[in-house]
């Protein structure tokens, strides 16, 4: 309990549950004056929506975003900002089996004994990847924010099912991506993709995959060591994403094995600015931003929902059963992860930015 | 500026700096009655040292911890624990050119911009690796709470150089792991690690490598989601670490190649208890724990500071420079970060231990 | 900007405006399995609504509550609970007046600097009396968990206009509040308190006085000094109430011109517990509670708005000007505050409570 | 536990005890480039130093400042800044009778109940006035930041025994402060004051008092609404003061009884800037500033350790005894209290400044 906000400066609050009436969020800490309008917000949520039947859950969602507070004429007033989109009638059914007979990789049973019962069940409640458009909405009001300082975030599909895309120029990445529907900056790389997904999906299985995130133009010095390095901020905010189970900078754990010499960046002067001849820091020494881009990778696991036959416990007998899940799930929820990494980076940097009053 | 405290109901706040008076803690939060004394910190203080001549620095840091309040009569009092190392002369000298010639892969650069020059650079100052001390004091009084509660957390060395250990049984990682220099629960490998260390060394470079650690007897349900989940807080404090450039619970990366039917682990029954059959998830389930072990592992990148020459700005000039670091330096800190990377996570989950009063 | 939430273990973020779409809050942090439904909450939403037309505004504000999040059942979850409730339409016009020439003893003028004239000053924006609806809220989530304690708190007029109510027995203290519009314990004094109110309004001018409150049932050694003592986390919610101008505990400022030897409440046992014979330290020592009712005095300035002519600047000439505030207004917000001073000091207790799980 | 910290921006950690090793405190926030050195502190702390004999404790504290980190060359660094006193060796034998025999209106009591009787107890632990020369120290590095934005925050005893001083024009209130030993900016009541302090110590009694502070050159629009306003959260570290019972702002309590046409401050133009006529709202409307100076009032309860008899419970027996304080105590700790008032206010408003980045 008492953990769904996050931020020192720009603060978002997250509410609402799968089922519920609504998914929504409070945003503290926006500066007055930005302009900002609900158009903006569902651009980026229609990226997080349901993909096409071939890789994803045809649950039909509209999401349609509504301002509740913190904007006058067009423009922020300095005062909280909540946003919602409103559930439509949803089936709750099924989740009802999940109370005895916890799904694995699913948060069913520790959130069980966590809430000793009382939690929302329907739909995984606050567990569900529904849950994530309320980061992809509070991502739009801090993407405005940095834009209005020339700092850009975008992120991409790096990888699917073993799939690894070949990234083009830098300025290509955001076109190319925007193309397909694996959001990836490889066409080649996204029909295989596709074809990943596709065969996972009918034999009842899942796929994962990694989401790279850049931002830049951010000047150096932001960030607020120790205990608030950026990546630190970065990670922790990444984490909270359901399904992530890694992280990493620059050459990340390749740079458990480079040598020193290879690993480090060298300065140099390009055009009166300093910048260094490779980024595999991803944009983080000693944790603060050095002016370089910032990369960091997200690695998310295969969604756990599938229709294969798996075993669980029956918490009621306290023996082991099988449990099949019905209806149908995404194959693979990369794609859709994409706006949310981008959106969860764009609320960290946005925060210390802020802090920094730059 | 301001980022110097960590945790919501254990409370850690670093002070001190690398080449000043002294490096020192306060912890806050701490519950009254717990036996803790100078000898139990100097035990971990005593782990984080300088290796012998072949793989660190030879710099002779005596590192006494000393109590300053919190404690009485070898009990916590409930109040601030303040502990603390006194700094012996050190020589910064050398470090004045770092000031125009930042070094590749440190943060001279960065922190000359955030501080606009007023940053006490000797040593590193702030963004010295002996700031970590501060992180192992405090850790201790994470351990002793989390003792008292039958929680376990150990650390060991996964992989150097790219030599990557074998793990024995759970029960014989620690007693290997404390048998030589590298901390690493495979004695085989702990003899090429060092090779793979001495040879980078000759070569005037050094090497990184991986520390796992995990974390056992935690109760299932802890954990804050959305945004303090167990993992995401784990993650946070795991990236303050100087040099950490990467961070993956259970399965972690490798999750993102693997198939949902592959990852899930089954939940079953093992004398009366929930468990589960693999712990890919690393015991942490939509931000909770589950009851299965913390499993996680931190990328350290190789030490930046190397004696063979590399290639700077010289702010002054602005100009590409050569830089030649003087001195002898580690060639690999893995080791020496164990009982950081074992401190932090135990400092993470006795805030949240306390949080939830369990 | 970021200072719209208040608490750290039971989190109260507040949103909306006075002529925006709605007032809401969420509430972080309650324990789940609490029974909690509209009716509790409205219940105490009505005892805030204006009084009738004697000594109130007459805007029409029906002020239901409606729950988007952290109910199932009529039970809590432990999500975040939200609540709000919508506007009416309102008429903004008259404030566009006050952008260039501020209201005496209002905050258009700062609020005006401070987000540089993009505020939502339409009713006042944030700073209107309405937004106490939203703590009034949160505080009857507070209340419920509370009640599961045993802890009771109420609140009552003990001043208007100079006029101070005869304190009856603790017993009877609700019950005759509850009785008069004054929400005063006294009857007769209710009768006085009408009266000057109604003749302030109609000289165009307004009254202020004073609100008790008190809370009991609450164990010894709640609060967590030195810097979030009780006491002091019950003044800064109190003074956030617009209009209150001071706060004092006990004795209060009485306490400066007594003697120790007057001023001491000496310890004496009562069935068994710890009491005190006097309790002139309002239930507060050093920060903590020791078992005695904590006792709370806040005093409310009259209404700013007042039809009587004032003198103003005219921002845009830089004169002086006169200003005619037009309109009805409340005379004296005083017992209308009653609730908001419960419920702001339930919020602070249920947060220290629960930091301490008991 | 772990409330030993305040400010969200300039965070100040309170560590020690009275009878410990040191009193301390860690300053984290603090801009860099600020000249501070340790005699600046020593002013402020020699201060808050126990009077001549006539009316206070005879305890010989030298209360020398020593910094341990923050400082290079005469300038802070953008580091957490540590400063402490270390104690001298005090003899504690007399406080073992409060363990089972709680003094009346101190902590003794209800910090047993809350630490379990771990806490220290030796010479009040961390309940000790004492342990207020740790927020004069934060309170100076405050006031060097607020002086480098032309922001003066000066204090003085405004009442003492009933005493009230006259106030002269604002220039003259420090020069006549600084004269006596009441620190209180009317000679002749200075006299009063210390005949009334003398006599109640003669009767082994005690006296409390009023500490009135004023802080000028704030810019209009500083706090941060709804629940960071400047007046709550100037009284929240008001009320952290041991003793303290009562804070208003402006016209405060007194504001109750007027009208709001006596207690409107009107807004009018001098010399090109908007101020107001009157300053009843005490510099704080809406909770922000508006660019007249704060005035606060803090009232203090007399000094509880008087020698006089008093009752209080044995604890062991369960029943009402008689109990002596044995040994010199202050009579009246308000001139003492003028620094720390002082500089509580200035941490509160450096840390909204730099919230601002102002």
Redesign the interface.
């Known amino acids: ?17 799968s089922h ?3 998914v ?1 969020v ?1 945003v ?6 930005l302009q900002l309008d609900e158009n903006r917000v569902q651009r980026d949520l229609d990226r997080r929506r349901p993909r096409s039947g071939a890789i994803s859950t045809p649950r039909k969602e509209e999401d349609k975003v509504e ?4 904007l ?1 004429n067009g ?6 900002i ?1 946003m ?1 989109m409103w559930n439509r009638d949803a089936d709750s059914t099924s989740y009802d089996e999940f109370r005895s007979k ?1 799904r ?4 069913d ?3 069980l ?4 019962g ?3 069940y ?1 739909g995984g ?3 569900s990847g529904r ?1 994530t458009a309320a980061i992809v909405m509070a991502g739009v009001v801090a993407k405005v924010y940095l834009e209005s300082k020339l700092v850009e975030v975008f992120a991409y599909t790096l ?1 699917v ?2 799939i690894r895309a070949k990234l083009p120029e830098i300025d290509k990445i955001r076109e190319i991506a925007a193309k397909n529907m694996m959001c990836t900056p490889d066409t080649e790389a996204a029909e295989e993709m596709i074809r990943a997904v596709t065969a ?1 999906r009918e ?1 009842g ?6 989401v790279e995130c850049q931002a830049s133009g951010i ?11 950026i ?10 994403i ?1 399904a ?10 390749e ?15 390009t055009e ?1 600015r ?1 910048t ?2 490779t980024n ?3 944009g983080v ?7 370089m881009p910032i990369v960091v990778r997200v ?8 229709s ?1 036959k ?4 029956d ?1 009621k007998k ?3 059963t099988e449990l099949e899940i019905k209806g149908r799930h995404d194959a693979c929820i990369v794609p859709r992860a994409v706006p949310v990494v981008e959106a969860s980076t764009a609320i960290v940097l946005a925060d210390h930015m802020l ?3 730059l």
Not at 1 to 16: A, E
């Open positions: 309990m008492s953990g769904n906000s996050i931020g020192k400066r720009f603060v978002v609050t997250s509410f609402g549950e519920g009436k609504c929504g409070v503290d800490g926006c500066p007055s004056g301002f509740l507070s913190g006058m423009r922020t007033t300095g005062a909280p909540t919602l916890p694995p990789g699913h948060a049973y520790p959130a004994i966590r809430y000793e009382n939690n929302d329907r409640g606050r567990f849950l990888e099912g073993g996972a034999e299985d899942s796929v994962g995959g990694i000047p150096p010095g932001v960030g607020d060591p120790i205990f608030d390095s990546d630190a901020d970065l990670a922790k905010i990444l984490f909270d359901p992530v189970k890694g992280v990493e900078f620059g050459s990340g754990f740079a458990a094995r480079l040598k020193g010499s290879e690993n480090n960046d060298s300065f140099t002067v009166g300093i260094t001849s595999n820091a991803g020494l000693g944790g603060l931003t050095y002016g690695a998310f696991k295969p969604t756990p929902s599938i294969k798996q075993l669980t416990v918490l306290m023996e082991t802090r920094l009053a």
